[in-house]
């Protein structure tokens, strides 16, 4: 029994690490360019196939890949914020939700064009191995995941807090207008922004590949957790979304365990549902 | 500037629109362009219910597929297990939407803007997985199909491919000239003024919440009356299917490259994108998935940043340069 329980909870808290890196890179793009990334789930599936394409081709190690699919997605991040974002910022809702809502149908559906519904996997030697701890069983592949997936938002709250363009960063995210009063470029900030974020969900693909499949629609299951922990660790709170997608995690494996196979995604809806019945403005928020 | 009444010949344009489209199946015979007739009023009617809180009031929902599936359940429901007839059923299914967006809209109000339109897919999603989980009362996954009685008018099932396109003419007239009398009442002017600043609107004494709550009860019953048709016309129901998430995008999709919140957007934005579909797959065939939702995604993002006002924009404008460069006549 009391065994159960805390496997569920390991396995919840290991992918819960992955979520993070995905809710992170949506609260940042919101606290700092005021928009929803509907399409960060299809740069997590973007990561994916980069990874499983280099293990396939030239036999490179998903997690090695990190070093291609972090930087790759930085790049893409600086173009869509350059191309596409910046044309549709302003006071209007409509153009902001609907271009990266069509950015992921786009990536969504030429994906599913070009890579056709099919599942790929990658094997590494260190997919099947788990280590073994009492009667509890940790699966190496996710504890890496997890590992690295702290090291990274660790690194990020670092840079946020010391260098001077993650201050302004900061600073744009708290007020925009007064932040560039004080002479912060702020196109420059919201590329920095966007191609961190998508650097994150990069590597959250890679970090999948080795016990994860890959395919098209890979992303909505990721970006759906982003979006329920966003809200509920407050927008724009890397620190909130971090916490919150390590509890969606747990409450989706221990809803998995005790509610039902099918039942992860349900429970996670009930926690969206009763943070905006009860508690609004997430769990560590004033009221707006 | 308020328009009370329709000018003469606004009202002979209608009627010779409303004739053509009455007159148009028995010029056509093929089934399959009638089949192609009913997809345009179908979505272009579910597009005019969507447009009444999306397009007028901004409240960018991505969840109408709830009422849709709610609609399409309810009338299957009582038809199946009461013998119902789905005209009633239609009506029941409307009415359950409309209660449902009470609690829904309840919890989706508290959010603005992107996370509002979050909060609906999450609300339809879960929907979905309810009807997915609880086979007692709605054969769960498999869904159902719906007993083919031949045909019988009574219980909305017809031989011919025809009648079902004049029940879903009827349904998007019926939406238009809802939309048209709300345009043009103090509703219509609350709506729009939600849609451009709710907080300006609710300084000026406008009753937002009040206002939302109200237009989303008349978009949900709307859009469930074409759950209902859907279902009858292609004698099947699952959760997939009736809570698809293509439904609440192509609903919005619609009116966005059409026109957002003006009364023909929806409908000529389904022309369009419902033309651009039929002519891929003639020309590609349907065996590569994806390509017509990377089209409609192409033509979205094409509006978005380059006409914002939709088609309905760009025929406007046209028509202002015609206008101005014909000599004005004595």
Request: aromatic fraction near 12%; charge should be neutral.
């Amino acid at each position: 029994m009391w065994e159960t329980v805390a496997q569920a909870v390991i396995n919840g808290l290991l992918i819960g690490g992955i979520y993070a890196l995905v809710s992170i890179g949506v609260t940042l793009i919101f606290g700092v360019v005021k928009i929803v990334n509907f399409a960060q789930g299809e740069f997590v599936m973007i990561g994916m196939y980069i990874s499983f394409f280099l293990a396939n081709q030239f036999g490179l190690d998903p997690l090695l890949s990190l070093f291609v699919t972090m930087p790759a997605l930085f790049v893409i991040g600086v173009l869509v914020q350059h191309f596409l974002i910046r044309r549709v910022l302003g006071p209007n809702d409509m153009p902001q939700i609907f271009l990266t809502f069509a950015l992921s149908l786009l990536l969504l559906n030429l994906a599913l064009m070009l890579f056709t519904a099919n599942y790929r996997t990658v094997h590494t030697s260190y997919s099947d191995e788990a280590f073994h701890l009492g009667g509890l069983y940790i699966p190496e592949a996710k504890l890496i995941a997890f590992g690295v997936a702290m090291l990274l938002s660790g690194a990020l709250w670092v840079f946020l807090h010391t260098t001077d363009l993650g201050k302004a960063m900061r600073a744009a995210a708290q007020n925009r207008d007064v932040a560039m009063l004080m002479g912060i470029n702020p196109n420059r900030v919201f590329c920095v922004a966007l191609g961190i974020a998508l650097a994150l969900a990069g590597a959250a693909g890679s970090l999948l590949m080795p016990f994860y499949s890959a395919y098209p629609f890979v992303g909505q299951v990721f970006v759906l957790m982003a979006f329920v922990a966003v809200v509920l660790g407050t927008l724009g709170n890397v620190m909130g979304a971090l916490i919150a997608s390590l509890m969606m995690g747990i409450a989706e494996s221990l809803g998995i365990q005790y509610v039902g196979a099918d039942s992860g995604l349900i429970v996670v809806f009930a926690m969206l549902l009763l943070t905006l019945a009860f508690k609004p403005t997430g769990l560590g928020g004033k009221a707006r | 500037m308020i328009r009370h009444g329709l000018s003469a010949r606004t009202f002979l344009l209608l009627a010779i629109g409303l004739a053509v489209m009455i007159a148009l199946p028995l010029v056509v015979k093929s089934s399959f362009a009638i089949d192609i007739f009913i997809r345009i009023l179908l979505f272009s009617f579910i597009g005019t219910a969507w447009n009444l809180m999306g397009g007028y009031a901004k409240q960018l929902s991505l969840g109408h597929a709830a009422y849709f599936g709610l609609g399409a359940y309810t009338s299957t429901i009582l038809q199946i297990d009461f013998s119902v007839s789905p005209w009633i059923g239609m009506i029941a299914g409307g009415i359950v939407a409309m209660l449902a967006s009470l609690p829904i809209g309840w919890l989706c109000f508290r959010l603005r803007g992107p996370y509002f339109t979050i909060a609906t897919i999450a609300t339809a999603q879960a929907l979905m997985l309810i009807f997915l989980k609880f086979r007692d009362f709605a054969w769960g996954a498999e869904g159902t199909t719906i007993p083919n009685l031949g045909n019988a008018p009574l219980m909305m099932q017809f031989e011919s491919k025809a009648a079902y396109y004049y029940v879903v003419l009827g349904l998007l007239v019926v939406g238009l000239a809802i939309t048209s009398i709300i345009e043009r009442s103090w509703m219509g002017y609350y709506l729009v003024a939600i849609g451009e600043d709710e907080d300006a609107a609710e300084a000026i004494g406008v009753n937002a919440p009040r206002i939302k709550r109200d237009i989303y009860m008349i978009s949900s019953f709307l859009t469930a009356l074409a759950g209902t048709f859907y279902t009858q016309y292609i004698y099947f129901i699952d959760p997939a299917t009736a809570f698809s998430f293509n439904i609440s995008i192509e609903a919005a999709l619609v009116s966005i490259v059409g026109g957002i919140g003006t009364l023909w957007g929806p409908v000529i934005g389904t022309v369009l994108l419902e033309t651009t579909s039929t002519l891929l797959q003639s020309w590609l065939g349907s065996s590569i998935g994806g390509v017509q939702l990377t089209v409609y995604s192409l033509i979205l993002m094409a509006v978005i940043l380059w006409r914002p006002t939709g088609l309905i924009g760009l025929i406007t404008e046209a028509w202002q340069r015609y206008a101005k460069r014909k000599p004005a006549r004595a």
